[in-house]
C-alpha cells in the first residue's frame, strides 16, 4: 500500500540571522562581533582582500613581463648527443632512428622528433636519421664514416 509523506526542509535551514547591537544584555552589544578599534569596525568600514596592511602588494613585488615570447609555436624535440648514438650502437643497431632509439631507451617520448647534438664522439659508421641536427653533429658523424639523413630539411647551429 502506497503512504504519502510530505517534504519539510530541516530546521537548520530556517534559523533565524544572529542579532546584534541590541544592548549589552543580548550578549552582543557594544561592539557587536567587529572588535574595538580598526577600519573594520566602523560603519561603511572595508578592506579589499588583496590589501596587505600597508605591506608592498604582491603584484607590486613581482617583475615585469619584458620581451616577447614565442612558446607557443616553439618545436619540442627529443634531444640527444652523439655519446647517445653510440649507446644505440653498442646494442647492434646498424641504422639509427627514432625507432631504435626507443627500443635502446635513450628516448622515450615518442610523439616528438628527434634532434641530434655534437656533444661527445661516435666511432660507429652509421647511417642515422634524425628530424633536426647540429652541422658540429653532422660533420662528426660524416667525419666518422657514416651517413646522415635530416628528415625536416633543416640544420641548426649549436
Not at 627514432?98 to 635502446?104: C, I, P
Not at 660533420?139 to 664514416?145: D, F, N, P, T
Amino acid at each position: 500500500m502506497l503512504t504519502t509523506q510530505t517534504i519539510t526542509s530541516p530546521a537548520v535551514t530556517r534559523k533565524k540571522g544572529k542579532r546584534v547591537g541590541r544592548g549589552n544584555g543580548s550578549g552582543k552589544g557594544t561592539f557587536c562581533t567587529r572588535g574595538m578599534n580598526g577600519q573594520n569596525c566602523r560603519s561603511g568600514g572595508w578592506v579589499p582582500d588583496w590589501f596587505e596592511g600597508g605591506q608592498t602588494p604582491l603584484f607590486r613585488r613581482m617583475p615585469k613581463l619584458k620581451g616577447f615570447s614565442n612558446a607557443k609555436f616553439k618545436k619540442h624535440y627529443n634531444i640527444i648527443n652523439l655519446s647517445d648514438i653510440d649507446v644505440a650502437a653498442w646494442k647492434g643497431a646498424k641504422e639509427i632512428t627514432k625507432q631504435t632509439l626507443l627500443d635502446a631507451g635513450v628516448i622515450t617520448r615518442k610523439s616528438l622528433g628527434v634532434k641530434l647534438l655534437g656533444n661527445g664522439e661516435t666511432k660507429s659508421k652509421l647511417k642515422v636519421s634524425v628530424d633536426v641536427a647540429s652541422k658540429s653533429a653532422i660533420a662528426a658523424v660524416e667525419k666518422a664514416g657514416g651517413t646522415i639523413n635530416i628528415l625536416s630539411n633543416t640544420s641548426e647551429e649549436k
